[in-house]
């Protein structure tokens, strides 16, 4: 049988297994704050309805960018948009989601808008 482990050495390992445990929460709490646009795009689930390229449940990004190149409000109405859902003729929705804050919204929104065929 294996001698047990002194004490010390045992809380040693405990605290190891604890930052194992507890450091990609951190990472994935902390990636919210600051994130690439990309990645609250997968944090906030978009990519589930949409594609940058392709058109899924929801239109690809890219033809969102098409569709609004040039107009400058664009931005300030989309931002919202991401928050409250859309209410759109057709018969296709985007649900709200209001766990979104403005701050990532608008990153998303940018990016999207950015995007190029
Ligand atoms: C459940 C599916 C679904 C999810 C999840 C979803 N969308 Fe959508 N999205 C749609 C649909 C469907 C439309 C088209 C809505 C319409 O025509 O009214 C749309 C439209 C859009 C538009 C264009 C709106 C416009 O007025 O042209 C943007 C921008 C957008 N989504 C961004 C996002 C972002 C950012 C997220 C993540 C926070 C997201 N979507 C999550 C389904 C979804």
């Given at each position: 049988m294996p001698a047990p482990l002194p004490i010390a050495a045992q809380r040693v390992r405990v605290k190891a297994i604890r930052l194992l445990l507890l450091a990609p929460l951190t990472l994935a709490g902390g990636m919210v704050h600051a994130a690439s646009p990309q990645a609250l795009l997968e944090h906030?689930?978009?990519y589930v309805c949409h594609a940058e390229q392709e058109t899924r449940t929801g239109?690809?990004?890219v033809?969102?960018?098409t569709r609004?190149?040039?107009d400058a409000r664009a931005e300030g109405s989309l931002?919202?948009?991401v928050r409250k859902g859309t209410h759109g003729s057709g018969p296709w929705r985007m649900p709200p989601h209001?766990?979104?804050s403005s701050a990532d919204a608008r990153t998303m929104v940018r990016y999207i808008l950015s995007l190029r065929k």
């Amino acid at each position: 049988m294996p001698a047990p482990l002194p004490i010390a050495a045992q809380r040693v390992r405990v605290k190891a297994i604890r930052l194992l445990l507890l450091a990609p929460l951190t990472l994935a709490g902390g990636m919210v704050h600051a994130a690439s646009p990309q990645a609250l795009l997968e944090h906030y689930r978009c990519y589930v309805c949409h594609a940058e390229q392709e058109t899924r449940t929801g239109p690809a990004f890219v033809d969102v960018a098409t569709r609004y190149r040039g107009d400058a409000r664009a931005e300030g109405s989309l931002v919202p948009e991401v928050r409250k859902g859309t209410h759109g003729s057709g018969p296709w929705r985007m649900p709200p989601h209001p766990e979104v804050s403005s701050a990532d919204a608008r990153t998303m929104v940018r990016y999207i808008l950015s995007l190029r065929k």
